[in-house]
């Protein structure tokens, strides 16, 4: 097949700042990321040297402060950008994302102190974070976590495991979430984790289905000690921390899906322009056309909602709920759209040589992290009909 690039996604941007920084992106994705995408996906290869120029270029901050190394950056540009970097390899843009949720712990509820030293290594310095909630038998139910912090004089020994830990074993900071008190939320507290902290290691990386390039794998923590500096916030009020992280970043993972799902109307629309049957291109047939329309329709909507929640946030006004509403309906539109992609290619789109097999196979993931979309839909349930009875 001929190859069509895509024509660039028409973004309303509010600064002349921000649509340098997309043009910024763009050319980044498609000269460093893009490329290498299908290869280092298929063997499994995370691209470190890739996050350490996103780094160098100043995008591993964007959401925060610039007196910390941050980009100043509204949630409305930032996503943008994880849209464009996820278009290209959904492990650069969730990794991004990830390494955005690990740092939100520190910006928002660290102290003065703690942000001067930590912080500028984190945003701008060439770290790559992660973020350690779930565990083996805590997943949705995160506030039943059994992973124990004990007070020893001015520090803390730690001890537990965390699974589903991407960039487990080669990140360099975690922001681990222990069980300092009793029971149930309130007995939970943030701690700032080195990636190098004596006692801390990784199992193998998970097999999964797909962002082969993105490890994900469970850590340990066999007394893991660090200073009471590392604490973050309030004891008891880690799982406060946890739960307004999870908002922003379940609007990063709406971004991604719009950007994994552009990507594969993009693919599809370049190949049924181009394959020609019965003497024309399956794109004049409207059994196809309407398939297209249907998922540029989808696409833009997804685009719309993450944006509105985003625009919500940045002017401080709640935001929980269209949160879940963008991660929710973006990430099922990826789904669906990625399935649609592989349907239009045919026997192709069943194929490693094309694309649409591995957007459709990473597609299924977002739909899962950061909050099932069966716990969207109970969110979203709360917001619109109240708790339920109990």
Avoid at 122 to 127: D, H, K, N, P, S
């Amino acid at each position: 097949m001929p190859d069509r690039a895509p024509q660039p996604v028409d973004r309303q941007l509010p600064t002349e700042e921000a649509r340098d920084l997309i043009a910024l992106v763009r050319d980044i994705a498609h000269q460093e990321i893009a490329p290498n995408a299908a290869e280092e996906e298929d063997a499994g290869r995370f691209p470190r040297e890739v996050f350490t120029l996103l780094s160098r270029s100043g995008l591993l901050g964007l959401p925060y402060d610039s007196e910390y190394g941050g980009g100043d950056q509204p949630y409305e540009v930032y996503l943008q950008v994880l849209e464009e970097l996820a278009a290209a390899r959904l492990t650069v843009g969730l990794g991004l994302s990830v390494h955005t949720l690990a740092s939100y712990a520190l910006a928002t509820y660290g102290t003065k102190a703690q942000q001067v030293e930590h912080l500028p290594a984190m945003l701008g310095g060439g770290l790559l974070g992660a973020y350690a909630l779930s565990e083996p038998a805590s997943g949705s139910d995160a506030a039943s976590l059994r992973t124990k912090a004990v007070r020893d004089g001015d520090d803390w020994v730690i001890t537990g495991t965390k699974s589903w830990i991407t960039h487990g074993g080669i990140a360099d900071f975690y922001t681990v979430m222990a069980r300092t008190g009793g029971e149930g939320p309130r007995g939970i507290t943030a701690f700032l984790v080195p990636g190098d902290a004596e006692g801390l290691t990784a199992a193998a990386p998970e097999k999964k289905m797909g962002l082969k390039g993105s490890p994900t794998a469970q850590i340990h923590l066999d007394g893991v000690r660090v200073g009471d500096d590392r604490r973050i916030g309030e004891e008891g009020q880690g799982f406060a921390i946890a739960l307004s992280a999870l908002d922003s970043g379940r609007l990063g993972i709406a971004a991604c899906a719009i950007g994994v799902a552009q990507a594969a109307l993009d693919e599809a629309t370049a190949y049924a322009t181009e394959r020609r049957q019965f003497g024309r291109p399956i794109a004049d047939f409207q059994g196809l056309r309407f398939m297209l329309a249907d998922m540029a329709t989808q696409i833009e909507a997804g685009r719309a909602l993450y944006l509105t929640a985003a625009r919500l946030r940045d002017a401080g006004r709640p935001f929980a709920r269209e949160a879940a509403m963008a991660k929710l309906f973006c990430t099922d539109t990826a789904m669906k759209a990625t399935t649609d992609a592989v349907q239009i290619l045919g026997g192709y789109g069943y194929t490693a040589d094309f694309p649409a097999e591995r957007y459709m196979r990473e597609a299924k993931v977002l739909q899962i992290v950061e909050g099932t979309n069966q716990i969207q839909r109970m969110v979203i349930a709360r917001h619109v009909a109240g708790p339920e009875t109990p």
